[in-house]
C-alpha cells in the first residue's frame, strides 16, 4: 500500500514538471551564449571551407562569449537552469564538435583520407576518426557532469574538476593557427628546410594524440584552477603581475605562440601536479623528524657514559 502511495506520489509530481511552462528568461546573457553556438557553427562551416585559421579564431571567439555570458548572469544576479542548460548546448558545438571537425579536416588536407591506402595509413585513419569521436564524447560527458556538480555562488567558481572543454579546445585550435599562420608562410619561404618540416610533422602527427589526451583529462577528476578568478581578480602578490606583464610581452611577440605554449602548458599543468602529489610524493621515503635539542642530548648522554667507564677503567 505505502508502495502505491510512493508511485502516485511520484506521478503526480512528474505532471505538474511536465506542465511547469518557462515563462521568464535574462535576454542580454541568453544572446551572449547563443553568439558562443553561433560562432561554433561558423567555426565548421569554415573548416569545411580550409580555411582553418579562420575557423580557430572563430572557436577563441566563442571562448570569449562563454566566459561573458556566465559573467554577465552571476553580476545581474539572474543565473537560472535554462542558462546554464542553452550554455552546455553551445559549448558542446563550439567546444566538443567544432575542435574535433577541424582537426578532422585539416589532417584530410594534409595526410588525405584516400580509401585505397595501405593498412598502415588505414589504421592511421580509423585512429584519427576514433579520436575524435572519443573527444566529443567526452567534451558532452564533462559538459552534463559540470551541470549536474556546478553551484550558482561565485565563491565555488576558484577550481574545475577536469580540464574544463574550452581549455581542451584551446590546445587543438592554438596548434592549427600556429601551423597555418607560422609554419606554412616560412615553409612557402624555405621550402628545403628539413627543421620546418619536421616541426609540421609534429603538429599533424599529434592532433589526434593531443585530442585523445585532453578527452581523457575532461572526464578525469584532476583539478584546475580558475585563472581570472584566482590568479587576476582581486589583490594579488606582485609577481603576479610581472607574469601577466611577460605573458602580454609574449602575446605582442607572436600571438600564434602565446595561444599554443597557454593552452598546452595550462592542460599539461593540471597533470603534472596530479602527477607529482599521487605517484613521485608517494614513493618518496618519510624523513623521521628529530627535534633540534635530540641530537645534542643524545651526545651529551653519550658522553657522560664514555666518561664514566674511563675513569672505572682507571
Known sequence: MQRLKTEAAKDSLLRRVRKQRLKYVTVLPSLVTILNGVCGFAAILFASKGKFAIAGYMILLAMIADMLDGRLARMSQSTSSF????????????????????MLKILENI??????SSPMESF????????????????????????????????AHMSFIGLPTPAAAGVVVSLVIFH?????????????????????????????????????????????????NQYIKGKKPFAHLIRALLF????????????????????????????????????????QYESPGSADVEANSRTSTDLAKWETEK
Not at 111 to 116: A, T, Y
Not at 250 to 262: G, M, T, V, Y
Open 83 to 102: 542558462g546554464g542548460q542553452l550554455d552546455s548546448l553551445c559549448d558542446v558545438i563550439s567546444f566538443g564538435v567544432a575542435p574535433a571537425f577541424l
Open 111 to 116: 595526410i588525405g583520407f584516400d580509401e585505397s
Open 124 to 155: 592511421l585513419h580509423d585512429f584519427i576518426r576514433v579520436a575524435a569521436g572519443a573527444y566529443i564524447s567526452c567534451a558532452a560527458i564533462r559538459l552534463a557532469r559540470f551541470n549536474v556538480e556546478n553551484e550558482e555562488d561565485e565563491s
Open 180 to 228: 597555418q599562420e607560422i609554419i606554412l608562410p616560412e615553409l612557402s619561404v624555405r621550402n628545403n628546410s628539413a627543421y620546418l618540416h619536421l616541426c609540421e610533422d609534429a603538429i599533424i602527427y599529434a592532433l589526434p594524440f593531443l585530442a585523445l589526451g585532453v578527452a581523457v583529462l575532461m572526464v578525469s577528476r584532476i583539478r584546475y584552477p580558475h585563472i581570472l
Open 248 to 287: 602580454l610581452a609574449l602575446c605582442i611577440w607572436s600571438r600564434q605562440a602565446a595561444l599554443a605554449l597557454i593552452f598546452c602548458g595550462f592542460a599539461a599543468s593540471g597533470f603534472a601536479k596530479w602527477f607529482y602529489y599521487k605517484v613521485i610524493r608517494k614513493r618518496t621515503p618519510i624523513v
